[in-house]
């Protein structure tokens, strides 16, 4: 994606297409933080500058239950746009 304004659906590392509405929520969620950036499912969010602070605002912006738990153990994991998307995807 390059330049465009609407987002690309990500995908599960795995190949498996992520629920499009988490996808689109994560999309968002870094935009507003970032401003627009390329994304795709493998860019890397140490390479878009979201350290282990920044990570936490962007999960504390799309938890929708503000008592949401984050396991640190899981967050270790998130490297990528799609671990982020997986990760989020599976509080529901």
Do not use: C, K
Not at 6 to 26: E, M, N
Not at 31 to 38: A, I, K, S, V, Y
């Amino acid at each position: 994606m390059t330049g465009s304004s609407t987002p690309q659906p990500l995908l599960h590392p795995a190949g498996h297409a992520a629920l499009p509405a988490v996808s689109d929520r994560v999309h968002a969620a870094i935009t507003r933080r970032l401003g627009e950036q390329p994304l795709t499912p493998d860019t890397e969010l140490a390479a878009l500058g979201i350290d282990s602070l920044l990570l936490l605002r962007i999960l504390g912006d799309l938890a929708v239950d503000p008592t949401q738990e984050i396991d640190p153990y899981q967050l270790a994991d998130v490297v990528t746009v799609a671990d982020l998307v997986a990760f989020v995807a599976s509080w529901n």
